[in-house]
């Protein structure tokens, strides 16, 4: 959801009268709750028979004159809920090479990230012009950006904070914990350096572990995605495997270095967005244990030099 803000911002900017409405998943919904860019929400279970026909009746109910499907991937969910409730409107998303063209503009899968897959599309379909510099939007609320700084007030800083997210969403882009305490141990140890753990499942328990261990790190709150987006949001720099915190991070320009198993088209895709980065590779597509802990902290102090932070001035492995 957060790579579509852009295509969002655009619709709004070139069509200000139009209505614009979102269909996402439960746990999308806060990506958009108060972006006043969206007219209307709807939050569906897409793998609830409840859900797909709720989605068809708000299509039936309304007169949009045009649907953009930002399924990252062939969907036949989708498909019907635009069949069934779209009343053959003019439609638009992905194809795949084999497969009969159901919206009435298809494109074939990406080569490129996603932010400007959508914009393609949406230039192809409506002939909207793309902007020089997009950018995914992330918008909170007062009592969101509250909770994060009363967060970070009273777990203050030494100086450059760093964020470390310890969740990865699957086994193949996860690193190991006794890689993150080797990392944390090297972070905690520069007196320049404050780390902030990020985690989520069972990295709960690890960002736990780690913030004990080495005092100068803390574990982030257990809290919703925007809490998260706004303690992002402050960071100097994030360390992440390919989650949507690394859009997140985008979104606020904060610079990346993200742990991916392959240069492929997946990576391609979702890869940080317009910020400075550095980017390591495993040696396997199958799991990050080959990126070495030393590796990420010489690329994390080499990025916040080549972004001119004040104090990263010798690199130290």
Request: net charge positive; with cysteine; aromatic share 8%.
């Amino acid at each position: 959801m957060i790579v579509v803000t852009p295509l969002i911002a655009e619709l709004r900017r070139q069509y200000p009268a139009a209505r614009i409405a979102v269909i996402c998943s439960l746990a999308n919904e806060l990506i958009v709750r108060y972006n006043q860019q969206v007219d209307e929400r709807l939050a569906i279970n897409f793998h609830s028979p409840a859900g797909v026909l709720k989605a068809i009746v708000f299509l039936r109910n309304r007169r949009f004159d045009f649907i953009i499907d930002c399924t990252p991937g062939f969907s036949t969910t989708n498909r019907w809920i635009i069949a069934l409730g779209g009343r053959g409107k003019r439609s638009v998303g992905w194809t795949e090479p084999g497969r009969r063209a159901f919206h009435t503009v298809a494109a074939l899968q990406p080569d490129r990230h996603m932010v400007d897959y959508y914009l393609a599309l949406s230039k192809t379909a409506l002939g909207m012009t793309i902007p020089h510099d997009p950018r995914p939007t992330i918008v909170a609320s007062s009592e969101h950006e509250q909770a994060a700084q009363q967060f970070l007030s009273r777990n203050p800083s030494r100086g450059v904070m760093v964020g470390v997210n310890l969740s990865a969403g699957s086994v193949a882009r996860q690193w190991p914990l006794e890689q993150y305490r080797d990392l944390v141990e090297r972070l905690s140890s520069d007196p320049r350096m404050s780390g902030l753990l990020f985690g989520a499942g069972r990295q709960r328990e690890w960002k736990a572990i780690l913030a004990d261990a080495f005092p100068p790190c803390i574990a982030a709150p257990d809290a919703d995605i925007l809490v998260m987006s706004e303690l992002i949001r402050r960071l100097n720099l994030l360390i992440s495997p390919d989650t949507s915190l690394i859009h997140i991070a985008s979104a606020w320009n904060i610079p990346v270095v993200g742990l991916y198993g392959e240069d492929n088209e997946n990576f391609r895709r979702w890869q940080p967005y317009r910020v400075p980065s550095r980017i390591l590779f495993s040696h396997s597509p199958l799991n990050l244990d080959t990126i070495e802990p030393a590796v990420v902290h010489h690329n994390t102090l080499e990025l916040l030099r080549q972004v001119g932070l004040p104090g990263i001035v010798r690199l130290e492995s």
